[in-house]
């Protein structure tokens, strides 16, 4: 995360509080970015409101430009932009659909989530992420590669978020029930199942000095197990991750991300393996 050297914020007209735009102007601090605000948009004009933005953010040390397009949605609108701009992470602030809403339409922000080529924090709370807690979730019972390199992924942007915010790293990885089933007799019995995913997780509990109350390994499905350790952690950020199929129309986020969302009091950053984020950006330039 120490690398990313341009963010480009979604700015909501709507909002008093602008949540994304105090996050990311607090990252940008820290790590030394620029900044691009945009408002996807093309009935009002909003350029005045940009301007004083940008000019606050200028006076506090920032680099700052920003823009208002419109290309037929919201995540199409920031994926150009981001493009043309040169980005490599959205900050975004969360608003919950409602279910009736989510029952017909597909949410913006699950559109974002699958699409975006570049990682997407999504802002929920104003609560400081300093000196907090951040919760970094894999699941440690998927051996191949790409999973391997996200889970990687994953634990290095949390332990640098931590570092930022002299916070406190935590992990979660939630394994199934036993099985009597099961081809492998590891997955018939539960103690034997939780001993494999603690020994999993263990290469990150070494690498990152995490002792038995910071490592969070349980039976249940990740949905539920993961925003129950968030808030018993009190965790000021989440991060997940998701590895797409092959093709634009296997691209899609993870439904553990999409469930959780709503669930979460944190914010969460959403990240994808390297493979999957150069696929979409050969998309996005053809």
Known sequence: MQSIKRIL????????DQLALNRAKLIAGVIESDLHLLVCEDRQDHLPMLDKYCSELKASGIEATSSQAWHGSMTDTVIHVLGSQGCELVVKQHLPDSPLKKALLTPDDWKLLRYCPVPVLLVKTT??????????????GNHDDQHHVLHDTIVSHAADIVEMINGDLHLVSAHPAPMLSAADPIYQVRENIANRYRDEAQRYATANGLDLEHMHIDEGPADTLIPKV?????????VIGTVARKGIAGALIGNTAEVILDQ??????????????????SILQR
């Open 9 to 16: 914020v979604v700015i909501d007209p709507t909002q008093t």
């Open 230 to 238: 968030a808030r018993h952690i009190g965790a000021s950020v989440t």
């Open 264 to 281: 979460l009091d944190s914010d969460i950053l959403v990240l994808k393996p390297e493979d999957t984020m150069a696929h979409l950006e």
């Open 127 to 140: 609560a400081s992420w300093m000196k907090g807690s951040v919760l970094a979730a894999v699941d440690v």
